[in-house]
C-alpha cells in the first residue's frame, strides 16, 4: 500500500467550476500536509500547506484536513484553464524518515 | 526568494560513466533532498541531509551516493550510471524539516 495515495486523473472541470483534489495517507503519525502544483515539464510549486484538522483558505485555494479519516483535500474555486497541471499531495511525519512522503499526482484539466 | 539551482538541465551519459549532478541553495536551508520522478511512480527520495557532513537514506538509495561538504551545496553521484537511472532528478532545500520545500528545476538524465 502507498503511504500516500491519490486518483491519478485527469479530472476534468469546466472553467469557473470547483475543483476537487483528493488525497489519502497511510500513516496516522503523519503531522503536516501540502500540496503542490506541477507544470508540464516544471518542477513542482508549494502552493498550500496545512497542519491542523479543518479548512484553510488562500485566496482560490482552500486545503481541508480530517486526521481521524486520514483525508486530505484540496479545492480550486473559479477554475481557470491556467490551473491545468498535476497536484502532487505530501505528507511529512516526525518520525521515521522525517522527510515529505509526496503521491504520484491527479493531472487537473481546466476545459475552457 | 529562495533559490535552489540545479547545475544542469539536460545530461546524456554512457552506461558505467560516474555522474555528479550538483545543487545549490542560497537561504541557509540547513535541509537538503535529492528525490527523482518517473510517470507512473510519482517522486521517490533517494537521499536528503540535515547538516554539513550529514545524509541519511531515503527509500531509493541503491546506485547513488551524496555529498555535502557545505551548507548551500548538495551534490548527488551515480557511481556507475545504468540506464534505469534514466530519470528526472529534482533537488529541494527547506528551513526545517515540516516546512514545504522549495524545488530546483530538475536535471533530466538520459544513460544511453
Known amino acids: 500500500q502507498k503511504e500516500v495515495e491519490q486518483n491519478s486523473g485527469p479530472l476534468s472541470v469546466p472553467e469557473g467550476a470547483i475543483a476537487s483534489l483528493n488525497c489519502t495517507y497511510s500513516d496516522r503519525g503523519s503531522q503536516s500536509f501540502f500540496w503542490y502544483r506541477q507544470y508540464s515539464g516544471k518542477s513542482p510549486e508549494l502552493i498550500m500547506f496545512i497542519y491542523s484538522n479543518g479548512d484553510k483558505e488562500d485566496g482560490r485555494f482552500t486545503a481541508q484536513l480530517n486526521k481521524a479519516s486520514q483525508y486530505v483535500s484540496l479545492l480550486i474555486r473559479d477554475s481557470q484553464p491556467s490551473d491545468s497541471a498535476t497536484y502532487l499531495c505530501?505528507?511529512?511525519?516526525?518520525?521515521?524518515?522525517?522527510?515529505?512522503?509526496f503521491g504520484s499526482g491527479t493531472r487537473l484539466q481546466v476545459q475552457p | 526568494d529562495v533559490k535552489v539551482t540545479q547545475s544542469s538541465r539536460y545530461l546524456v551519459k554512457r552506461t558505467g560513466e560516474k555522474v555528479f549532478l550538483e545543487c545549490v541553495q542560497d537561504m541557509d536551508h540547513e535541509n537538503m533532498f535529492w528525490y527523482r520522478q518517473d510517470p507512473g511512480l510519482g517522486l521517490r527520495l533517494i537521499y536528503f541531509?540535515?547538516?554539513?557532513?550529514?545524509?541519511e537514506k531515503g527509500d531509493i538509495p541503491e546506485g547513488y551516493s551524496v555529498s555535502r561538504e557545505k551548507k548551500e551545496r548538495f551534490s548527488l553521484i551515480l557511481e556507475s550510471a545504468s540506464t534505469n537511472q534514466t530519470s528526472m532528478y529534482l533537488c529541494?532545500?527547506?528551513?526545517?524539516?515540516?516546512?514545504?520545500?522549495?524545488f530546483g528545476s530538475g536535471t533530466r538524465l538520459t544513460v544511453v
Open positions: 529541494a532545500s527547506s528551513l526545517s524539516k515540516n516546512y514545504g520545500y522549495t
Open positions: 541531509s540535515y547538516d554539513v557532513k550529514m545524509k
Open positions: 505530501a505528507a511529512y511525519m516526525d518520525t521515521g524518515r522525517r522527510a515529505l512522503t
